[in-house]
């Protein structure tokens, strides 16, 4: 009998058949719920007695960084494991540091996704070399860490998004914010990294190979 139970929250339809179908062969994993969008995201984490929970940040209707912590709220205790389309650099320092169990790149192999979910639902981290290798090498460096490592989770998608050219009305629609929110966000991204405008945040996000 499957003794760890997951979910899976994407928007994807594609990913999560795929997810499913691989999971289906295991035998000591069953997915018991998934979900396309936030909202769905919360009720699977209220319906369900869950081990590990597969979650995408990049979501419709709402945040996946306002779901994502909706869900530590009502469940502290349960295991996420974020699998995002974003390379390592741009999230999974600041989400480890917001309570997550474990952070891995769509690009990754099935087995990664498999033994990560094996070692959540053990009560453990998931830490990739590569994830390894950005937090080694803050600790290296604690006194000049790069400016966009001092950022929240939220400021840093907003910097991520302004420095695409996203207007602040775009990025507020998107994420479900108000303007006012969003200007005072660049206000503070401005501030913590001794920037002025936002051709400056993109120069510095491509030079520091923030942007895809």
């Known amino acids: 009998m499957p003794n760890i139970k997951i ?12 997810l499913r179908g691989f999971f289906t ?15 769905q995201a ?31 709220a009502h469940a502290p205790d349960l295991g996420i494991l974020i699998l995002s ?28 996704v498999l033994a990560a979910v094996r070692r959540i639902a053990g009560g453990n981290r998931y830490i990739t070399p590569q994830i390894a290798d950005l937090l080694a090498g803050q600790l290296n460096r604690p006194n000049d860490a ?3 490592e001092q950022l929240s989770a939220r400021e840093l998608q907003v910097l991520l998004r302004l420095a695409k050219g996203e207007t602040v009305g775009d990025i507020a629609q998107s ?6 929110t969003v200007s005072t966000y660049r206000t503070r991204i401005l501030e913590k990294m001794g920037l002025a405008s936002n051709s400056d945040l993109t120069y510095y996000a491509l030079k520091n190979g923030l942007l895809d």
């Open 7 to 18: 979910a899976i929250i994407d928007d994807h339809a594609l990913v999560r058949s795929g």
């Open 25 to 39: 062969d295991q035998p000591d994993i069953e997915v018991v719920a998934e979900a396309g969008d936030g909202a």
């Open 42 to 72: 919360l009720e699977v984490v209220r319906q369900h007695q869950l081990d590990v929970l597969i979650l995408d940040i990049s979501m419709p209707k709402q945040s996946g960084m306002d779901v994502l912590a909706r869900i530590q």
């Open 85 to 112: 389309g974003y390379p390592e650099e741009h999230y999974a320092v600041s989400l480890l540091r917001r309570g997550i169990s474990g952070y891995l790149n769509k690009q990754c192999e099935p087995e990664d």
């Open 146 to 148: 790069a400016a966009h």
């Open 175 to 180: 994420l479900f914010l108000s303007a006012k």
